[in-house]
């Protein structure tokens, strides 16, 4: 099969269109015929094993990728299934985690794999995973937002921001966005009620305070972001686009718990999605949301699988506009 491979740490210029081996399928596993995957900061990261600190730990290998074939947001077909699994069969559209997305096939186990929601293409649907499921987590579960309360989101305009605005928004939030005044439209037409230039306001003046504020840039120090919060309020700082090559996102969400230790206000730090936890559920709730028409993808730009390095240069660049897509089949 063709696939996206990688052979040593670097940047995207080390990825090469190859011949890869078709992945295997275990008695709990699905093999799934990509048709489309999404570029995540995630990605860029692995690519780069940055931060240095999740190599010491194994998660992205030491030396060299622990995965030849990087990707792990997918949509496609099942093109077959593992003894054990009851629940899909060949030829249902399904979007997931899916390691290794940026091939013409993928293997990963059941749990991980939804039905992709009728009323999307597959490009839409790869945009979903990783970015919708933190988003949800952001808002939801951590953040725990209720009707009425006031939630600022800073990043509003990206993959997970532009999934969290539409997530607040549904629970009856009122949203504030942080975003560049090109993409203000934009963000009001998912559902915020306020928007914020970035490059013409400071929203942790004090001037304005927020029950949640869900931090997906980083590019504030953690003293402002509380400044912004009601006394008793929630950030919750994404990790996901977090700078340094040594700690990076670790080292935010140490600095967040060190600090939480001490204060009123409650400060919590999240990993982007990825395959663990309670992901099957999270995913279900976010295509039921979907499917009842209160959360649509934002897809900025589209691939061919040869280009990918050019789509991870972008979304590296932080000014992606909802999600870029890498199309397979």
């Known amino acids: 099969m063709k696939a996206i491979v990688q052979e040593r740490f670097g940047p995207p210029d080390t990825l090469r269109l190859a011949d890869a081996d078709r992945p295997e399928v275990g008695a709990d596993q699905v093999l799934v015929r990509v048709h489309a995957a999404a570029l995540n900061p995630y990605d860029w990261h692995l690519l780069r094993g940055d931060p240095y600190v999740a190599r010491l730990m194994g998660g992205v290998g030491l030396m060299r990728p622990k995965s030849r074939v990087a990707g792990i947001d997918a949509a496609g077909q099942v093109e077959a299934v593992g003894s054990a699994v009851s629940a899909l069969r060949p030829g249902d559209e399904v979007l997931g985690f899916c390691p290794g997305s940026f091939a013409e096939y993928a293997s990963t186990t059941a749990d991980l794999l939804v039905p992709k929601p009728a009323g999307l293409t597959f490009e839409e649907a790869a945009a979903v995973p990783m ?13 725990r937002v209720q009707a009425g309360q006031r939630v600022l989101v800073n990043g509003a305009a990206g993959g997970v921001g532009t999934f969290a605005v539409q997530i607040a928004a549904a629970l009856d939030a009122e949203v504030t966005g942080v975003c560049s005044a090109c993409n203000a439209d934009l963000v009001r037409s998912l559902g915020a009620t306020h928007i914020v230039d970035y490059a013409r306001e400071d929203f942790t003046d004090g001037r304005m305070r927020y029950d949640v504020i869900l931090d ?8 402002r972001l509380r400044r912004a919060l009601t006394p008793a309020g929630i950030l919750v700082a994404n990790g996901g686009g977090s700078p340094g090559h040594f700690f990076g996102a670790v080292g935010s969400l140490l600095q967040v718990a060190a600090v939480n230790a001490f204060v009123r206000q409650r400060l919590r730090a999240i990993l982007p999605a990825a395959p663990a936890g309670p992901t099957h559920k999270d995913l279900l709730a976010v295509t039921a949301l979907i499917e009842a028409g209160r959360l649509t993808p934002v897809v900025d730009r589209v691939y061919p699988l040869a280009d990918t390095a050019e789509g991870v240069r972008h979304v590296e660049q932080g000014h992606a506009r909802g999600k870029a897509v890498v199309t397979v089949m």
Do not use: C, D, H, Q
């Open 131 to 143: 970015a919708a499921v933190t988003a949800l987590r952001g808002i939801r579960t951590v953040g």
């Open 216 to 223: 997906n840039v980083g590019n504030r120090p953690l003293s």
